[in-house]
């Protein structure tokens, strides 16, 4: 296996990510952690990766030089990169004045083994860059293997010791051939084979779950419907069979129709028991009066576990609450190292500090793309497998501001409507997710010569694949155009149907 030292760098979960596609295990691991893991003879290679801070601060993380003499082949990437640059003899770092940020035109010196079958050498790429700081003496024993314009040492390498350096970040998209310059340490340096398949990662999250359980526990789930949960429900049922049960809250904050469509659903892809419970009465009085979106959320996450609580008295020995929680709600939350808070998502930042129930939540590393995966591994049906997202905290961020039972229905209705005609029009199938929002203001209109100061209706549809970035959907205007006549003509109180044309970043997907 492959060892990921973390040194908080925002893209520490994408070189895991790059790594599992590649079909090599890998772990990621503390530096503080690293020595011990790094060791064991099953690691194979090591990879540093970036961090936000700068390698000559005070407090910023460091390795040993000893961890170099294990012998075992080493990437530095950024961060990694000026790391080895400092540690190692006749190394040396520059702060400040060489930075670069975004796109880069590398140009291969040398294309030793981490270039080859890649690049040739004297050919320039795009790679993607990061950095503030850069080395400006390789350490004794390196050859530089790539310079750009500004920085004269972008790539270097010890053949001999199969220490590699790179100040770029091979595992973001945006760099030109990045996963095969990976693929080229994991596979010629490190002599790792692909041997980490889809079925493997759930073996191992079924094995995982079973060694924090003791034998005679049981576990209680959130189920939302949604894709995450459903695939946590059936990774947990492999691991403890019946000893497993699921709730499905009603907070009152659904679509139209959704919670007896779920409960249909449910009945043929589970077999361990699930309680549906309407506790409607309970969070629309609890988000009475409240408008602000991360109070919201916050009411929304609290009320949500009070009612697991009160479910896990009823039964005996439930030790773990289980939830479908991904990466994008822990990065979004601000709760992976040095990660800002964007919202406060339901089931992670929305969470009470102190709780009875341990939490279980078998998918926080995954991106939702590879959750779907492990779902059809699992065997879940299609429909189960790639419904759209819906957020935890439902209608409720679709109301801007204080959420009524009136403006649900609106909601309710308009939104009805558009994802009706997206299904007809059959382009549902290629939106990764698409609602209606109902705005907390109101605008002059005309109807049937007199005035109406009504609601508008905001319609948004996205691609995305892991939800960490989006775009809007092209949809086609004479779709529009019914969907927004629909809209009016069927609901008077709205008299303005508004489509929403801006990617994430800047904006987020949902609106709140
Ligand atoms: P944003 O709005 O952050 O949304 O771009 C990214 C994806 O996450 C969904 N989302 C949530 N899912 N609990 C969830 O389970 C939440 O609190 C939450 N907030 C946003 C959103 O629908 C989109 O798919």
Redesign the pocket.
């Known amino acids: 296996k492959l060892a990921v030292i973390n040194f908080g760098g925002q893209y520490v979960r994408l070189i895991a990510r790059k790594i599992r596609e590649l079909g090599v295990y890998c772990e990621i691991v503390d530096p503080e952690n690293a020595y011990d893991l790094c060791s064991s003879q099953r690691v194979k290679g090591i990879i540093l990766s970036g961090g936000p801070d700068s390698v000559q601060e005070e407090g910023a993380p460091v390795l040993d030089q000893s961890f170099f003499d294990l012998g075992k082949p080493v990437l530095g990437i950024c961060y990694g990169m000026q790391l080895m640059a400092e540690i190692l003899p006749g190394g040396r770092i520059e702060d400040g004045s060489l930075s670069e940020y975004g796109r880069a035109e590398v140009k291969i010196i040398d294309t030793d083994v981490l270039f080859e079958d890649i690049f040739e050498r004297g050919e320039v790429f795009t790679a993607w860059m990061s950095h503030g700081d850069s080395v400006v003496k390789e350490p004794e024993d390196f050859e530089i293997l790539a310079e750009t314009a500004s920085v004269p040492i972008v790539a270097m390498a010890d053949r001999q010791k199969n220490l590699y350096g790179v100040q770029f970040h091979p595992e973001v998209t945006h760099t030109e051939r990045g996963s095969d310059i990976l693929a080229n340490f994991i596979f010629d340096i490190c002599g790792l084979e692909e041997n980490w398949q889809i079925s493997d990662i759930v073996q191992d999250r079924v094995e995982q779950i079973k060694s924090v359980l003791d034998d005679d526990a049981n576990v209680l789930i959130g189920l939302?419907g949604?894709v995450?949960s459903s695939v946590a429900a059936a990774l947990i049922q492999e691991a403890v069979g019946d000893r497993l049960t699921g709730i499905f809250i009603d907070h009152g904050l659904l679509r139209q129709g959704e919670a007896e469509q779920v409960k249909k659903s449910f009945s043929q892809v589970f077999e361990f028991p699930i309680k549906f419970i309407d506790a409607s009465q309970r969070f629309l009085g609890q988000l009475e009066g409240v408008s602000d979106p991360e109070e919201k959320?916050n009411i929304?996450?609290r009320e949500f576990i009070k009612v697991f609580e009160q479910e896990a008295e009823d039964l005996e020995n439930v030790t773990h609450l289980a939830q479908?929680?991904i990466y994008?709600?822990v990065i979004?939350s601000g709760l992976d190292q040095n990660a800002a808070l964007?919202?406060?998502?339901?089931?992670?930042g929305?969470l009470p500090e102190r709780m009875e129930l341990n939490l279980l939540e078998p998918l926080r590393e995954f991106f939702?793309d590879e959750v779907r995966r492990i779902g059809e591994e699992l065997g879940l049906p299609e429909d189960v497998v790639w419904r759209q997202?819906?957020?935890?905290?439902g209608l409720a961020?679709r109301v801007i501001g204080e959420v009524t039972r009136e403006k649900l229905a609106l909601l309710r209705k308009a939104d009805y409507i558009f994802r009706e005609e997206l299904q007809n029009s059959g382009i549902s199938d290629k939106v990764w997710?698409s609602?209606a929002v109902l705005p907390d203001m109101k605008s002059v209109g005309v109807m049937g010569d007199t005035r109406t100061y009504g609601y508008p209706i905001i319609l948004r549809a996205v691609d995305?694949e892991e939800?960490m970035t989006?775009d809007w959907v092209k949809i086609p205007h004479e779709l529009l155009d019914k969907i927004a006549g629909r809209i009016v003509n069927e609901m008077e109180q709205i008299n303005r149907v508004v489509y929403d044309v801006s990617s994430?970043p800047p904006?987020?997907?949902?609106?709140?």
């Open positions: 939302s949604g995450d959320r929304i996450g479908g929680t994008s709600d979004e964007i919202k406060s998502h339901h089931n992670v929305g939702k997202p819906f957020p935890g905290p961020i997710q609602f995305s939800a989006a994430k904006a987020t997907i949902e609106w709140e």
